[in-house]
């Protein structure tokens, strides 16, 4: 099933990181989570964090997935700010 706010969230990101640009990745202690997927920090050619404005903007909820969690504070106040301005998933969806 798709989660709320999924296709909201892939045209963002879309629009920070379109096809054919230049982008940077980290990892952090884990490549993958424990379901396969990729665990990566992305910064556009603009040198923008997208993992940032995605929770700023609130497209997406942050989720830890320890040990995973150099930058773990910086979202959690990131989506702290989207949910006080009830911006994105916030303003329509529920907890």
């Known amino acids: 099933t798709q989660e709320c706010f999924a296709a909201e969230a892939q045209r963002r990101l879309r629009d920070l990181l379109p ?18 997927r990729w665990l990566m920090y992305v910064w556009g050619a603009d040198g923008r964090l997208a993992n940032y404005l995605l929770a700023v ?17 910086v979202f959690t106040e990131a989506q702290r700010t989207a949910r006080a301005q009830f911006g994105g998933i916030w303003g329509v969806c529920l907890d």
Do not use: C, F, H
């Open 19 to 36: 096809a054919g640009s230049i982008a940077w990745v980290a990892t952090d202690s884990q490549k993958r989570d424990a379901r396969g």
């Open 57 to 73: 903007d609130g497209y997406v909820r942050v989720a830890s997935t320890p040990p995973n969690s150099r930058l773990n504070e």
